[in-house]
């Protein structure tokens, strides 16, 4: 049974930093693509950030590019993702994902999706 499970969300002024982490189990992490999605109350999931199997490829939206890093260490089954200079409009719930496809921000192409954490960035 693939599980993934995010951790580290919570509640910063803007402009403050987080780092969330997706421990992943039941599948061969380092054989998927994974993926950083987001969700705000009212609007459709959207992609963040996506990074290729082994870790050497990046891609992310651009309104997180430049503030957000992606990264993964295949040895512990897990996924990162830095956020910086944080803004209120990144408030949301942060989902990570398994894929096939490598770079993908479409929500189709993920395979396998953990239960979230919140971000919640005050002004």
């Known amino acids: 049974q693939v599980q993934l499970v995010e951790s580290g969300g919570g509640s910063v002024q803007a402009g403050g930093s987080l780092r969330l982490s997706c421990t992943a189990s039941?599948?061969?992490?380092?054989?998927?693509?994974m993926g950083w999605f987001r969700q705000a109350p009212g609007k459709e999931r959207e992609g963040v950030s996506c990074?290729?199997?082994?870790?050497?490829?990046?891609y992310y939206a651009k309104s997180v590019k430049g503030r957000f890093t992606i990264s993964r260490d295949n040895a512990k089954n897990t996924l990162y993702l830095q956020l910086n200079s944080l803004k209120p409009e990144d408030t949301a719930m942060y989902y990570c994902?398994?894929?096939?496809?490598?770079?993908?921000?479409?929500?189709?192409?993920?395979?396998?999706w953990g239960q979230g954490t919140q971000v919640t960035v005050s002004s």
């Open positions: 994902a398994a894929g096939p496809f490598f770079p993908s921000l479409s929500t189709s192409q993920y395979n396998y």
């Open positions: 039941g599948l061969t992490f380092d054989s998927y693509a």
């Open positions: 990074i290729r199997w082994s870790g050497g490829s990046t």
